[in-house]
Every structure is written in structure tokens, then in C-alpha cells.
């Protein structure tokens, strides 16, 4: 019975249908850049906090027709009373198989949900930097990539208005 129940739950998906599918095929640093240009005298205890800012982006590239690698940019700027205590910058990537999303969605899918996944390892990547540099580690706020894709179209949007001339 049980061999039945697999083999009509196996052939559900025979008709052309198949769910939208999103896989991870591998991931990696694709360039990773560790400053500190004070050092030893940026290790020392400081009076004040550090400000830091972080700058994200995500770049996309098609690789095949359902293969597309995911570029995730994180630059991390520290600084104390305008003294550089460090800079990091990271792009780390991953390379995914995306298949019966539809074309609608696709974008989003990219610019969304593919540096969702991979950004855990980034953010860890960019703790161990920082650490092994001489600082504490930075722990990277969780990032918001709908509404980072939400900005970006907004953008897009209000370049496009100012390039059409007013009829």
C-alpha cells in the first residue's frame, strides 16, 4: 500500500506541472578585502563607540537559462573620531538553480529570497574577519532584502519618470 501511496504522490508532479523550485548548486567568496590601517594603535581600548556603516548590494548573473549566480556586496566601515578603524569589503556568491518560477516573479526571486540564503554565511564570514584582525567580531544586523528590492524599484521607478519628457 505504502509503494502505491509514493508512486501516485511521485507521478502528481509527472504532467508538466512542477512546483517552483530553488536550489543552492554551491557557494563562495568571490573577493574579500581586510583593512586596518591604524593598527596597533587602532587596538586599543577607545574611549568612544565606533560608527559603523554597512553598505549592501546584490548584483545578478544569468550563467544559464535556469542558472544564475547571486552576488552578495557587503562593505563594513568602521570608524572612531574619523580615524578608520577598519574596512572590510566582502562579495560573496552563490550560484543557483531556479526553475518554474514565473518570469513575474523571477526578479524578485533573485534580488530577494537567493541573497536571503547565503547572507548567514556572509555575515559569519565578515565576524571572522573582524576577529581575526584584532577587533571583536562585527556581527552584521540581519538585512531586510525585500524592502533593500523595494527601494531599488522605487529608484528605478523615479529615474525612469525624470528620463521621460512630459507630454
Known amino acids: 500500500m505504502a ?14 506541472q512542477a512546483g517552483p523550485q530553488l536550489r543552492v ?3 563562495y567568496v ?20 565606533p560608527q559603523i556603516g554597512v553598505n549592501v ?20 566601515d568602521a570608524k572612531v573620531n574619523g580615524k578608520q578603524l577598519f574596512l572590510t569589503e566582502l562579495e560573496y556568491a552563490g550560484v543557483f538553480k531556479v526553475a518554474n518560477i514565473p518570469q513575474e516573479s523571477m526578479q524578485a526571486v ?8 547565503i547572507f548567514p554565511f556572509a555575515r559569519r564570514i ?7 584582525g584584532g577587533f571583536p567580531p562585527l556581527m552584521v544586523d540581519p538585512i531586510d532584502f525585500a524592502q533593500l528590492f523595494r527601494q531599488q524599484m522605487q529608484a528605478q521607478q ?5 528620463e521621460r519628457p512630459d507630454a
Do not use: M, Y
Open 30 to 49: 568571490r573577493d574579500l578585502s581586510f583593512e586596518s590601517p591604524n593598527v596597533p594603535g587602532s587596538l586599543a581600548p577607545q574611549d568612544d563607540a
Open 126 to 132: 565578515i565576524a571572522d574577519v573582524t576577529r581575526d
Open 158 to 162: 523615479e529615474a525612469g519618470e525624470k
Open 110 to 117: 533573485l534580488l530577494i529570497e537567493c541573497p536571503r540564503l
Open 3 to 16: 509503494e502505491t501511496d509514493q508512486t501516485e504522490a511521485g507521478n502528481a508532479g509527472s504532467d508538466g
Open 25 to 27: 548548486i554551491t557557494q
Open 57 to 76: 548590494d546584490v548584483g545578478v548573473n544569468p550563467l544559464a537559462e535556469t542558472d544564475f549566480e547571486v552576488v552578495l556586496k557587503l562593505k563594513v
